[in-house]
């Protein structure tokens, strides 16, 4: 995402959440934001099936 | 002394409890101005409850199998009478625990006797064992380095044997890596398999709790001890105890043992694939086996970290946001951020990962992986250079222990004594079962290949 798309992302997300966001943690929370999401779609480019199911009850 | 020697010579009435533990007392008051690993010490309480032992002993009762041992925890475990702080500022505000963690009453039910609270990073976010507001626990090998995290102070204070045993907590590695940096032995059990109730969450998901030690026999007692049932955790199994402490010495000639390759042996530094080679020499091992999609399941451990870190903490990132670090706030106002299916997927990820992982514990029953990418890096160190890559630090150090906690896979960490900083592996077993992994972490301390060496920075 470009940095201007992402910077509004924050700012629209800060609002929806409640969550404010200074503007002096946006360097750092955008940073974080992108490692998080790098990383995100790494999983996301797994390619589910539709039957995959949660581990929201998870027992090793 | 060990665990194992101090309760024997108390039930023998060579020593006694409360020598023991005014001898906790005393090197703590000497060490921990270098170390920093303790935030509470409760020695009123700990000379109580030495007393009691001592008295039911004179009395002719069993005062357990940890009798008169000192023991200190992670300062995210209840501990009656003070506030569980789990590293922060904000939690200091909190009443008084009204109850100790259940570890903590099972411990102190076989015998052992509480000092105090440890050091950690602030709401077990951190790899590190720094902290902003109590300052870094301090490696007791060279005290201008990390003690790794989030368990710093338990690492810290086993390592500098102020105390023979402690408790820390593992989300993504937090016992795993002090145990590395800090050389000592650290057991992450199987998900549910210890009770985390009265302990401050982080993950639900992918929260343990373990103990630590110098050696595998005071690390096997302390476990049987905290074992069992306990319907105040959701997450804790409902399978009876399962004692390892008398097994230790079985041989372990029949186990299927491999060296996990591939993904576990990138970025690490030589110091690392010279402790897995160590271990492995002395086990026999030359069989590499891959754990697919390694890489995938760090990243999934991740996002489930800091999207589930997020909500516990969203109304506090709301209201004080200024009494975080900063750094933890940041990642977590970004974690809150994460798009909902990302989460989804990250546990769906889960089920399917978990799912291969177990086809391969088929054909296989100890797997070996380093525990850190490298020994203790400075306090302080933001990044480190590998393979002529400039990488940052704090990302990168629970690179290998994030796959295997994901899917609760029990392990024991073991340190391997190199010079001049000892550096731990993981001994990695299928779930539920610890006894193997044990035994196989006895068989390498019988053998001299694993220690936890004298500390020498204090």
């Known amino acids: ?60 | 002394m060990s665990a194992v020697d101090i309760a024997r010579a108390v039930k023998d009435k060579t020593s006694s409890a409360i020598e023991a533990t005014e001898a906790a007392l005393a090197r703590i008051a000497r060490h921990d101005a270098v170390l920093n690993s303790f935030t509470d010490v409760t020695a009123e309480r700990a000379r109580a409850k030495a007393r009691a032992v001592d008295a039911a002993i004179a009395a002719g009762r069993d005062p357990g199998p940890l009798a008169g041992v000192p023991f200190a925890v992670k300062n995210l475990f209840d501990v009656k009478g003070l506030p569980t702080r789990a590293g922060s500022k904000i939690n200091r505000d909190l009443p008084a625990a009204a109850r100790d963690a259940t570890v903590v009453e099972r411990l102190e039910a076989a015998g052992a006797v509480l000092v105090g609270a440890l050091n950690m990073g602030e709401y077990a976010y951190d790899f590190t064992g720094e902290n902003i507001h109590d300052g870094p626990s301090r490696n007791p090998h060279d005290p201008t380095r990390m003690t790794g995290g989030s368990s710093g102070g338990s690492g810290s204070a086993v390592g500098g044997a102020l105390v023979p045993l402690a408790l820390g907590s593992d989300t993504n590695g937090s016992i795993r890596v002090p145990s590395s940096f800090c050389g000592v032995f650290g057991l992450k059990p199987t998900y549910g398999r210890l009770s985390r109730a009265r302990s401050f969450p982080f993950v639900f998901s992918l929260d343990h709790v373990g103990p630590l030690a110098r050696s595998v026999g005071d690390l096997a007692l302390a476990y049987d001890a905290m074992q069992g049932p306990d319907a105040e955790d959701a997450a804790c199994a409902t399978r009876p105890a399962e004692p390892v402490s008398g097994l230790l010495d079985q041989d372990i000639g029949d186990l299927r043992i491999a060296v996990a390759g591939d993904y576990f042996q990138k970025n690490v530094f030589p110091e690392a694939t010279e402790a897995v080679g160590r271990v492995a020499k002395a086990l026999g091992v030359s069989r590499t086996v891959e754990i697919p999609e390694a890489a995938r399941a760090r990243a999934a451990a991740y996002v489930i970290s800091t999207c589930e870190g997020a909500s516990l903490h969203l109304d506090r990132l709301r209201t004080r946001p200024e009494d975080f670090d900063p750094a933890v706030r940041d990642r977590l106002i970004a974690g809150a951020m994460i798009p909902a299916p990302m989460v989804d997927r990250a546990q769906k990820f889960r089920r399917w990962y978990r799912s291969r992982v177990a086809e391969l514990f088929k054909s296989v029953d100890i797997i070996l992986a380093p525990a850190t990418p490298c020994v203790a890096p400075r306090l302080g160190q933001v990044n480190f250079v590998l393979d002529g890559v400039e990488m940052p630090v704090r990302a990168n150090i629970g690179l290998h222990t994030q796959p295997i906690s994901f899917i609760g896979l029990p392990v024991v960490a073991v340190p391997v004594p190199l010079e001049p900083m000892p550096i731990g592996v993981q001994i990695i077993a299928p779930p539920w079962r610890e006894d193997i992994a044990l035994r196989v972490a006895a068989a390498l301390e019988r053998a001299g290949v694993v220690a936890a060496p004298p500390p020498k920075g204090i």
């Open chain 1, 1 to 60: 995402m470009a940095e201007d798309s992402l910077d509004d992302y924050i700012d629209a997300a800060s609002k929806l959440l409640k969550l404010p966001v200074e503007e002096a943690w946006k360097p750092a929370v955008r940073a974080n934001l992108e490692v998080s999401m790098r990383l995100a779609r790494v999983v996301d480019e797994f390619g589910f099936p539709d039957e995959a199911e949660p581990a929201s009850v998870f027992t090793a």
